[in-house]
């Protein structure tokens, strides 16, 4: 897991941004919310590769399931309704689906 930063900038002007550093699965929520607000209302991004890795039979791979829990705390976040094609997936409990989507969240992977 990345070094999570002490804070979130906002976006200059003029340039898309993303974040990184520490964000996993483990304190998604929370940090939605932090980047929302340092967004101030543009579109951002955010990176969690590292996080979203396991080792297995001694090597290292990407791990879905790790994925799958991150789309269903932005599900519940109500960023995004949940993907038609994930609903059966996902078992961790009903999502909320969003009734509006006032930020835009790109999830790199």
């Not at 002007?13 to 940090?31: D, Q, R, T």
């Not at 955010?46 to 990407?62: Q, Y």
């Amino acid at each position: 897991l990345g070094i999570r930063g002490k804070d979130w900038p906002s976006p200059p002007k003029g340039y898309e941004i993303g974040y990184a550093g520490g964000i996993g699965p483990e304190n998604l929520h929370s940090i939605l919310k932090e980047v929302i607000v340092a967004g101030n209302g543009r579109s951002i991004w955010i990176d969690m590769e590292t996080s979203l890795r396991i080792i297995k039979d001694a090597r290292d791979v990407f791990d879905l399931d790790k994925c799958y829990k991150c789309v269903e705390i932005i599900c519940e976040s109500e960023l995004y309704s949940h993907p038609f094609f994930l609903r059966n997936r996902v078992t961790l409990g009903p999502s909320k689906l969003s009734k509006s989507m006032t930020n835009v969240i790109t999830i790199m992977i």
